[in-house]
C-alpha cells in the first residue's frame, strides 16, 4: 500500500515596501503645485470681489451725491408766486459775499479755483494741476466779482480743499403752515402781525408774500409767534435796511418762505479721505455743516448762462467767467470719485478730465471714475 504524505502549503512571505524619497518629493510638489493654484484661484476671486464691492460703491456713493446737488440745483430761484420780483429788507451790498450768500434773485453763486504764488491751481477747462488733497488759502478761490473765498469756509474743521469748486444754491422754501395778515399793519411799521401758530425762527431769513408783493427780511430775535418783524438787527450779519417800509399793506392770506442758501464743496472726510460738505446760511453765517457723501474727490461745476434772453443757456462757462448771475439757467457738474479702500494691486498715478479739467491723483491704489450731469433750474427760463 502506498502512503501519500501530505505536504503542507506555505504562501511565500514578501516584504512590505514604502515610496522612496525621489517618489515623496515627486507628490510633494505636486501638491504643493497644486495647492499654490488654489490659492491663486482664491486671491484672484478675493482681489476680484473687493473691487467690484469698491465699483458698487463708487457708483452708490455717485447717486447719493447727484441727488443731493440735482435736488436743491432743480428747486434753485424759486421764489413763490411772485417770480423773481419782491423787495430786499436785507442790507447786503451787491457783489459781496453776502450777496453770494443771500441774495434770492440770483439762484446760485460760488468760486473757482484760481492761481496765486502757492501753487497753480486754475481749473478752468483745459488747465490741469496735480493734487494733494490739501487745503489753500482763501485767495485761491474767485467768484463772479473777482472775491475771494468767505472767511466762514476756511474757519471750518474740515474746510475746502484745493483745487475743486464751490458752489451755493438758493431758493425759498414754504412753510407748512399758511398765514393770514390782521390787515391793521402800515407799510412804515418794523412788525408785522399774522396768524402763524407756531411762529418764523428767530433770526430766520423770511420771504413773506401774498401773491401782490414780496418782502425778505431776517426775523428779529423777540419777534412774538404771530409777528414778522423786519427790526434792525444791531452787530447781526445779514442785517435788515433801517428806515425801510413794507412793499405793500399785507391785508389777507399769505405765504411765508424761509430761505434755504447751502453752499457745498469738498473737504477731507472724517474717514480720512475727500468728502463732499454742505453748509448752510439759512439763518446767516454758515452752520449745520454736513458730511454728505465721501470718497467725492473732486467737483467741477460750469454754468449755463443765458446771453439771448431766451431762457436756454448759450455757453457753459466756469464762475469767474460768468457775465451775469442772474441769467443762469443751469449747471454742469463732474465729481470726481475714488474708491473708500485701496484695492488696485500697484500704486499708480491717475489723471482724469473733469469738466475739461485735467486733474492728477497721488500715487495709491484707490480707483477713480468720472460722473457728470446737468440740471436745469427749473424756476429759471424754460423747460
Known amino acids: 500500500m502506498i502512503m501519500l504524505r501530505k505536504q503542507s502549503c506555505h504562501k511565500p512571505s514578501h516584504r512590505q515596501q514604502g515610496f522612496t524619497v525621489v517618489e515623496i518629493m515627486v507628490a510633494v510638489a505636486i501638491s504643493l503645485f497644486l495647492l499654490a493654484g488654489i490659492l491663486q484661484v482664491l486671491s484672484s476671486n478675493k482681489q476680484t470681489s473687493r473691487y467690484q464691492e469698491a465699483v458698487a460703491r463708487i457708483q452708490e456713493n455717485a447717486r447719493f451725491a447727484l441727488m443731493f446737488l440735482g435736488q436743491d440745483f432743480r428747486e434753485a430761484g424759486f421764489m413763490g408766486c411772485t417770480g423773481n420780483s419782491f423787495t430786499n429788507q436785507l442790507n447786503i451790498a451787491a457783489g459781496t459775499n453776502a450777496d453770494n450768500f443771500y441774495n434770492l434773485q440770483n439762484a446760485v453763486a460760488g468760486w473757482e479755483a484760481s492761481t496765486t504764488s502757492t501753487g497753480d491751481f486754475s481749473t478752468s477747462p483745459g488747465d490741469g494741476f496735480t493734487t494733494t488733497n490739501n487745503t489753500v488759502a482763501q485767495t485761491n478761490w474767485t467768484d463772479s466779482n473777482g472775491n475771494g473765498l468767505d472767511a466762514d469756509f476756511a474757519g471750518l474743521l474740515f474746510p475746502p480743499i484745493e483745487g475743486s469748486d464751490l458752489v451755493i444754491v438758493k431758493y425759498a422754501q414754504e412753510s407748512p403752515t399758511g398765514a393770514t395778515a390782521d390787515g391793521t399793519t402800515v407799510v412804515s411799521a418794523a412788525a408785522l402781525t399774522t396768524t402763524v401758530a407756531n411762529g418764523v425762527p428767530p433770526l430766520s431769513i423770511t420771504l413773506v408774500s401774498d401773491c401782490i408783493g414780496a418782502d425778505l427780511f431776517r426775523q428779529a430775535p423777540a419777534a412774538s409767534a404771530t409777528t414778522l418783524s423786519r427790526a434792525v438787527i444791531a452787530s447781526t450779519a445779514p442785517d435788515n435796511l433801517a428806515a425801510s417800509t413794507w412793499s405793500h ?74 457775465t451775469n448771475v442772474a441769467n443762469i439757467v443751469s449747471a454742469r457738474v463732474s465729481l470726481l470719485m475714488r474708491s473708500i479702500e485701496q484695492v488696485k494691486v500697484q500704486p499708480e498715478t491717475v489723471t482724469k478730465t473733469i469738466n475739461g479739467v485735467d486733474v492728477t491723483s497721488p500715487s495709491d491704489r484707490n480707483i477713480r471714475f468720472i460722473v457728470t450731469s446737468t440740471f436745469k433750474f427749473r424756476n429759471r427760463g424754460v423747460l
Not at 449755463?304 to 466756469?318: F, L, M, P, Q, S
Open 249 to 322: 399793506v399785507y391785508t389777507g392770506t399769505m405765504k411765508i418762505y424761509t430761505l434755504v442758501s447751502n453752499g457745498y464743496y469738498i473737504a477731507q472726510g472724517n474717514y480720512g479721505g475727500p468728502s463732499l460738505w454742505r453748509g448752510s446760511f439759512n439763518m446767516g453765517p454758515i452752520s449745520n455743516v454736513q458730511e454728505l457723501v465721501e470718497g467725492v474727490e473732486n467737483m467741477q461745476v460750469l454754468y449755463g448762462e443765458d446771453t439771448t434772453a431766451d431762457g436756454i443757456a448759450d455757453r457753459y462757462v466756469t464762475m469767474n467767467n460768468v
